[in-house]
């Protein structure tokens, strides 16, 4: 075998193989069909919940997150889990925010996420993610710096500080390292509804149903300071995880 025989083999054996055919319409479907479909439905909840606020729609603790969303010169963190993303743009339009940047996965299903935000006005999303692992990075630096940018343009920062492939309910490091560099308030959020549908993902998330009532809870801001060290991020992490943990169990135990 020549030297440029074995180039080319080592060439083919390197080229990345194309994904089947079915697995191409499946992803083409999801990237088309699913985003107007979900935003459709997002927009019905959102619709009926804000239309109806008084019967349908409880906010509890909400004072200081409300002023702040709608004012052009505080910008605040809001974390709230995974499987409650969808419920974020149903009380960020009541409280009338003017605008947010929504971190999201690399995904796959984070690419359908971004293409179903792109239908609220508003909203935007940042492609990035986290991990537990020591030494990787799923763009999660570059992710944070265009966050830190798109606060000090004046739009909202909402975090799912155990996504995107969990374990469900446990915060990773991203969200205080943000707090970190901008000082801007974390605002944890426990969120829920009267019925909804349960997807079979490892977060099981909910999607809500229109006429569905409605309870979110504020928790009290987490101030992360700029000299923090890295045993004091490990405590704010673990504070912003406990709070999280306590206002989803009151959500979702209010209507029990």
Same mark, same amino acid.
């Given at each position: 075998m020549t030297q440029n025989d074995g180039d080319r083999e080592v060439k083919k054996a390197a080229r990345p193989k194309k994904p089947r055919l079915g697995? &191409?319409?499946n992803r083409w479907l999801a990237l088309n069909l699913v985003p107007p479909i979900m935003s459709k439905w997002m927009w019905w909840f959102n619709y009926t919940a804000c239309k109806d606020n008084q019967k349908l729609l409880v906010l509890m603790n909400y004072d200081e997150i409300l002023r702040r969303v709608s004012s052009q010169q505080d910008p605040s963190?809001?974390?709230l889990w995974h499987n409650r993303l969808i419920f974020g743009p149903t009380a960020?339009?009541?409280?009338?925010? &003017?605008?947010?940047?929504?971190?999201?996965? &690399?995904?796959?299903?984070?690419e359908v996420i971004a293409a179903t935000l792109k239908y609220f !006005?508003?909203?935007s999303a940042v492609r990035g993610g986290s991990t537990s692992k020591p030494g990787q990075d799923k763009g999660g630096q570059?992710?944070?710096?265009?966050?830190?940018?798109?606060?000090?343009?004046?739009?909202?920062?909402?975090?799912?500080p155990d996504g995107p492939q969990g374990p469900v309910y446990q915060v990773k490091r991203g969200i205080v390292d943000l707090?970190?560099? =901008?000082?801007?308030?974390i605002f944890p959020a426990g969120c829920n509804c009267s019925r909804y549908f349960q997807a079979?993902?490892?977060?099981? =998330? &909910?999607? !809500?149903?229109?006429?569905?009532h409605f309870i979110y809870k504020v928790g009290d801001p987490i101030l992360v300071p700029a000299d923090a060290n890295e045993d004091l991020l490990e405590k704010k992490r673990q504070e912003v995880e406990r709070s999280l943990i306590e206002l989803t169990e009151f959500a979702d135990h209010y209507y029990d």
């Open positions: 697995k &191409r319409i963190i809001i974390a960020y339009s009541y409280c009338k925010g &003017r605008g947010a940047a929504v971190m999201v996965s &690399r995904s796959f299903d984070g !006005p508003g909203f570059e992710a944070l710096a265009e966050m830190i940018e798109l606060g000090k343009q004046g739009l909202d920062l909402v975090i799912t707090a970190k560099a =901008t000082g801007y308030p079979k993902s490892w977060d099981k =998330t &909910r999607v !809500p149903v229109p006429y569905a």
